[in-house]
């Protein structure tokens, strides 16, 4: 179901992730759109700076029952408090692979992946507009730990 992501496998990805993070952030609010894509790319060169062999990092193939590569899942280990755990910091599915459940197992190919790491459990961010991505965490029972709110106040007439 997962294993680790080739060489152009990762290049591929990047050219797909670096704008789709940079309207994620636009749409959230975060970032304005004539600098964006920059900002993007430059997160990612400084989270990734040794591309997919940066320590720490774990980016693998999400593959169809027939072996075809369908998507990405990166994972990275960090610390939460007295424990090691890996944080989802991306699980794209390509668009003509979705809703075909190559999420639902990727993240339980995560958990395995956890397991044999002997990590203590996962964490991840989801952007609030992303309700596919927020009902599938719900569905596999990630339960919140922050929440960032936001309401727009218009001037008065």
Known sequence: MIRPLTEAEY????????????????????W???EALEKSRQEYEALLPQGRDTPDNHLYS?????GRHVGVLWLLVKQRGAERIVHVYDLMVWPAHQRQGHAERAMRAAEDEVRRLGLAGI????FGHN???????????????????YKPVPPKP
């Open 11 to 30: 290049a591929a990805w990047l050219a797909d992730v670096v704008p789709g993070y940079a309207g994620d952030k636009v749409a959230a609010g975060q």
């Open 32 to 34: 304005r759109e004539d």
């Open 62 to 66: 999400i593959d169809a029952a027939d």
């Open 123 to 126: 964490a991840l961010h989801v």
């Open 131 to 149: 309700k596919a991505a927020r009902a599938l965490y719900d569905k596999l029972g990630y339960e919140p730990t922050n929440l960032n709110l």
